[in-house]
């Protein structure tokens, strides 16, 4: 059983704004750094953003100021707010632990932006 689970995916148009979110094991919420990656088709998966336990984060430089990551320790939840979507982050969302562990990733919650 994969022991995280992200959902909040969807279609948006350019400009629009979207909520991911990832319910993680208590056991490996309490004691990770979380990532949010993606794929796009074609291209190699990538770190997008990613958040320390004690809530330092650090993004990509093609997400930095439109995306927010952020963690509630109490519902052992990562959240990946995106604003300001363009066509470009387009892709399948995964969230997993930072680094990342191969036998973590989940099914992914599909974010495309379209007009």
């Known amino acids: 059983q994969v022991p995280l689970v992200e959902s909040g995916g969807g279609l948006v148009q350019p400009g629009g704004s979207l909520r991911l979110s990832c319910a993680a094991s208590?056991?490996?919420?309490?004691?990770?750094?979380m990532g949010w990656y993606r794929q796009a088709p074609g291209k190699l998966r990538e770190l997008v953003a990613r958040?320390?336990?004690?809530?330092?984060?650090n993004y990509a430089d093609s997400v930095k100021g439109r995306f927010t990551i952020s963690r509630d320790n109490a519902k052992n939840t990562v959240y990946l707010q995106m604003n300001s979507l363009k066509p470009e982050d387009t892709a399948l969302y995964y969230c997993?632990?930072?680094?990342?562990?191969?036998?973590?990733w989940g099914q992914g919650t599909q974010v495309t932006v379209s007009s």
């Open positions: 958040i320390t336990r004690g809530g330092i984060t």
């Open positions: 208590g056991t490996i919420f309490s004691m990770s750094a």
């Open positions: 997993n632990i930072y680094p990342s562990v191969r036998g973590y």
